[in-house]
């Protein structure tokens, strides 16, 4: 089972920013997918963004323009990098692993996923 811990969630401002950071055990995926995903109170979990192997990245509409995904390898980390956030981002973010690129038609799907982090909340006051 690959471990995944995150870090960087904290409190702020509406338009402020904050990085979350994923680091992973390593695995021997040759091709993998990454993702973020997040749920807030009440609300479904919904899939962020996610970047795989091959350096595709996909985003949701509600963070394009705002939210940047990144990877080092050699550090087994994957970044979120949220900018201009909103009190709407409010919620715990995971991030999420599993084999295989993560193709347009499921890079969000929460069960194609098999190895999940505890997560990190993120709080934005208006």
């Known amino acids: 089972q690959v471990q995944l811990v995150e870090s960087g969630g904290g409190s702020v401002q509406a338009g402020g920013s904050l990085r979350l950071s994923c680091t992973t055990s390593k695995y021997t995926y040759s091709r993998y997918c990454l993702g973020w995903f997040r749920q807030a109170p009440g609300k479904e979990r919904e899939g962020v963004a996610s970047?795989?192997?091959?350096?595709?990245?996909y985003y949701a509409d509600s963070v394009k323009g705002r939210f940047a995904i990144t990877q080092d390898n050699a550090k087994h980390t994957l970044y979120l990098q949220m900018n201009s956030l909103k009190p709407e981002d409010t919620a715990m973010y995971y991030c999420?692993?599993?084999?295989?690129?993560?193709?347009?038609?499921?890079?969000?799907?929460?069960?194609?996923?098999?190895?999940w982090g505890q997560g990190t909340q993120v709080t934005v006051s208006s």
């Open positions: 999420a692993l599993r084999a295989h690129y993560c193709y347009s038609t499921s890079w969000s799907v929460g069960s194609a996923f098999n190895n």
């Open positions: 970047i795989d192997s091959s350096g595709s990245a």
